[in-house]
């Protein structure tokens, strides 16, 4: 399991999109995965609060790495759906995958985005998708 | 309808977000929106194709403003769901989203994605979502 | 609360496609709420499992009852998404769902979808939706 | 081609859920499928509308059948979302999902359902969803 999260990281930090945001993989588990972004003005939309689009960024990457550790290896993510809650401000956010239906060609995940605002996390956007192995 | 393009680049132009990310608001009709992405290697994941978190950016943005545009004034993405088709490469993509069933309370939309290389247009991914009235 | 409780239970017993099919709303919370469905021959597929279909029925009536007693009152589903797991057989399924993001203009809800055999449960579907007021 | 469309007809005749709800598969190309559903008053909810189940059922079984068709063969739908347009009501309904994305592995399909009323068509609900080849 450590060379899993030790890969996992490699592919994270492999990812141009991921350092160009800002996001860290903040933890790896046998099924589930952590991101936490920084709040910074480049992540923001038109009335200051986190852009829906840097949101989905966070829910499309913990999804596939959620899955990825869940099957073991390189994978893919084919789908997912997102609901916003609430509006996203504060210091940073976190976003938690985890695995739970898992399958050989497919395992299906839950995420939940939090924002952190002056040490309280608040639950602003859930989402739910499919991460496939890479072929 | 002037008008409204115009309130509609004016609210792209103040996303500091579609800034960073080097998107451009390229049409904008009464219920239908386009958005042109210059691909570069900050948008990129670990196998050099786009990251699918810079799609789900395109999908939200675009669905955002063909569902702000139907409802004629501020409005907010609530959810969506996007399924990738095939890796994208190439010099930009385009996001094409129009609105499908208008109401007064929400606008659901579709949304379709096309890599552009060598100048032709293949389609790597499918969106629909719901956009709301601003409260 | 148990006014709420009588209110969700008249409203299900008044649904004829829900009598139609079998299903019985068996628990109904402050945010929440379960529907149990007998298997029998009318639900089925080709290959002997439950259709999807009525699987995606349980989906939209859990999320919509637990939505509805979030927000109090009459209300409606907007969307929801569902993904299969795994077939679905055995004597009876349950499907559970519960609000996450609760707002005067929307709930998001999550829905688990267990398939019963042998009186093992076994998560064949999960589903995630929004609920709004009935106009 | 008459081959598969005659495949699919064998198909959804032994669907046990498929009569039992009244549906019919009127239409089946080579990446798409068409549904119609009589609406009678076992299909309705509490309103006297026509139960988002039973349009859910369509999307489900529209898209299944569009998909399994482009596959060329047995097909399953892992996963698909509806958005409700308007209460649908009228002497039927018509399902016409159609395939979009294409590969090996997958296939993305969109569904459209319209709710007749007096000769007319009305756009009620819109989704889309994946089906991949039987294991």
Redesign the interface.
Known sequence: MDDLQAFARH?FE?????R??GAQLTNAGPKDAELTLPIT??????HGF?????I??????AI?FAGGLALGGNA???????????PARGSHLVARAQA??I?K??V?C?CEIYAVEDGEEK?CA???G?V?PA?
């Open positions: 592919i492999s990812q141009p999109f991921s160009f945001i003005d480049n992540l923001k939309q038109q986190v852009h829906g689009g840097a989905s960024y966070l829910a499309d990457n596939t893919l993510i084919s789908e997912f759906k997102i609901n916003y809650l609430k739970k239906g399958g060609r497919q299906v839950q639950l859930i989402a739910q499919t496939v072929s």
